[in-house]
């Protein structure tokens, strides 16, 4: 299996796992790396840390359930693989400038880098 391939399969065992917590181990178990050599090549092929490539896309998903649904905040940052409230909520005021509650009712779409 080629790099590209190893990183893939780790994005979509990513995609899956969205909502709970995923290791490094886990990440590099399914890359078929050690966790350090995992590090070293998603960086090189994504330009994001897989912590990061992660965090991003869990607010992502938290962004299109504020957007698209009524479930209550604390839901969706359960859903989105936050164990709190307050976590989901810094998180996700640092990569949008807005909270959760603010960004609901702008009603305008976020775009991730």
């Known amino acids: ?18 909502d709970r917590p995923v290791t490094m ?9 050690s966790v350090f050599h995992f590090h ?7 330009g ?7 965090r991003k896309r869990r607010l992502a998903k938290a962004a299109e359930l504020l957007r698209t649904t009524d479930q ?15 976590t989901f909520a810094r998180a996700f005021k640092r990569q949008f400038q807005l909270t959760p509650l603010k960004y609901r009712k702008s009603g305008v779409s976020l775009v991730l880098d």
């Open 1 to 18: 299996m080629e790099y590209i391939e190893r990183i893939q399969a780790t994005l979509d065992y990513m995609e899956r796992h969205l």
């Open 25 to 33: 181990e886990e990440l590099a178990k399914v890359a078929c790396f």
């Open 40 to 46: 070293r090549v998603f960086v090189l092929t994504l």
């Open 48 to 54: 994001d840390t897989a912590a990061d490539y992660l």
């Open 72 to 86: 209550r905040v604390l839901d969706i940052a359960l859903a989105s693989g936050f164990q709190s409230h307050e």
